[in-house]
């Protein structure tokens, strides 16, 4: 079985975070969507990946999978209960205090759906990195 080089793998997995993380700041400082709980706690999960996950890239270790992989497994949990909540509850909040996300779409996607397919995206790099390592 041939060895996957596993640095390109978590570059992609760096690149899905920042996007992630730069795509909520501007949802919330630049169109103003004012964060709910939940979004908050995807945000705990999702922004220390950029730094993780990046240093792991520069420095080509695949280990990361160990304290990277909690955090995107955990946000992907998050993630999908609040994608579920948006469309069981069918309302214009998803949890206490409103939350803008259910105003904004893009592609017909939320922003906790969003939100998913980067924790989704995340997870795979890492579980490709583990493979590969």
Known sequence: MRRIDTRPVLAAGTLVAVVATAGSLYFSEVLGLIPCELCWYQRILMYP??????????????????????????????????????????????????????????????????????????SLALVVALRGR
């Open 49 to 122: 990946l950029v730094l993780v996950v990046g240093v792991a890239a520069l420095e080509d270790r695949p280990d990361v999978y160990r304290s990277a992989l909690p955090l995107s497994a955990l946000g992907t949990v998050v993630a999908a209960y609040h994608s579920y909540v948006q469309v069981a509850v069918e309302s214009t909040t998803c949890t206490v205090g409103g939350c803008g996300s259910v105003q904004f779409r893009l592609l017909g996607l939320t922003i906790p759906n969003l939100s998913l397919v980067a924790f989704v995206l995340l």
